[in-house]
Nanobody, 127 residues
Framework: QVQLVESGGGLVQFGGSLRLSCAAS????????IGWFRQAPGKEREGVSC????????YFKDSVKGRFTIARGNAKNAVYLQMNNLKPDDSAVYYC????????????????????WGQGTQVTVSA
């Protein structure tokens, strides 16, 4: 059974940092793409970042480039989203998602491309 569990969210001040974790179970990440999405109240879910595990390609939403990084964990079945210099606009519920079907620069940020989702973790950045 494919399962994704996010953790690491919380309340942080403007300019602070958080590291979100996405722990996968029931499958091996090796041939998957793992995406991070976020959804703020009243807004659509948007792609934040993605890691294509098979070839190491990473993708980022323009507004987080230079502030967020994504990497696979040493334990190999987890993916981390390191978020630095956080801003109030980054406040949202963050979800990780997985797809075994590959991704590219056009598809990575489309929620419908990912069949597996975690339950989300709240990130709140105070001004």
């Amino acid at each position: 059974q494919v399962q994704l569990v996010e953790s690491g969210g919380g309340l942080v001040q403007f300019g602070g940092s958080l590291r979100l974790s996405c722990a996968a179970s029931g499958f091996a990440l090796d041939y998957y793409a793992i995406g991070w999405f976020r959804q703020a109240p009243g807004k659509e879910r948007e792609g934040v970042s993605c890691l294509s595990i098979s070839d190491g390609t990473t993708y980022f939403k323009d507004s987080v480039k230079g502030r967020f990084t994504i990497a696979r964990g040493n334990a190999k079945n987890a993916v981390y989203l390191q978020m630095n210099n956080l801003k109030p606009d980054d406040s949202a519920v963050y979800y990780c998602a997985a797809t075994p079907y590959g991704t590219d620069s056009y598809r990575w940020s489309e929620p419908d491309e990912y069949p597996y989702w975690g339950q989300g973790t709240q990130v709140t950045v105070s001004a």
